[in-house]
């Protein structure tokens, strides 16, 4: 089982920058995918962006691609989400999850296919 913790969320004013961070321990990191998932107020979670295990593939949603940059650091066993040019409706609590099939070829958006999650963090975008 794997531990997953995020940080860096916080309060920014729109077209603002916030990078997310998720520390994970336990589990082999670097041979898992590894996704960012969001939830507003009200909203069902949905999928944000995800990393394959070696970094040289990912996937983002439409609604923030070009805005958001995920990666990974398998030697720090860190993933993170730069979030660049923020808008009001990107405000939600964010959350890594490790996907669940080892060295997977492909990222998936369902979140179904992740089995481990973080606590999460608040990401406020105020207008």
């Known amino acids: 089982q794997v531990q997953l913790v995020e940080s860096g969320g916080g309060l920014v004013q729109a077209g603002g920058s916030l990078r997310l961070s998720c520390a994970a321990s336990g589990r082999t990191f670097s041979s898992y995918t590894m996704g960012w998932f969001r939830q507003a107020p009200g909203k069902e979670r949905e999928f944000v962006g995800g990393i394959n295990w070696s970094g040289a593939r990912t996937l983002y949603a439409d609604s923030v691609k070009g805005r958001f940059t995920i990666s990974r650091d398998n030697a720090k066993n860190t993933v993170y989400l730069q979030m660049n040019s923020l808008k009001p409706e990107d405000t939600a609590v964010y959350y890594c999850?490790?996907?669940?099939?080892?060295?997977?070829?492909?990222?998936?958006?369902?979140?179904?296919?992740?089995?481990?999650w973080g606590q999460g963090t608040q990401v406020t975008v105020s207008s």
């Open positions: 999850a490790q996907g669940q099939t080892a060295y997977a070829y492909h990222v998936s958006r369902d979140c179904t296919d992740f089995g481990s």
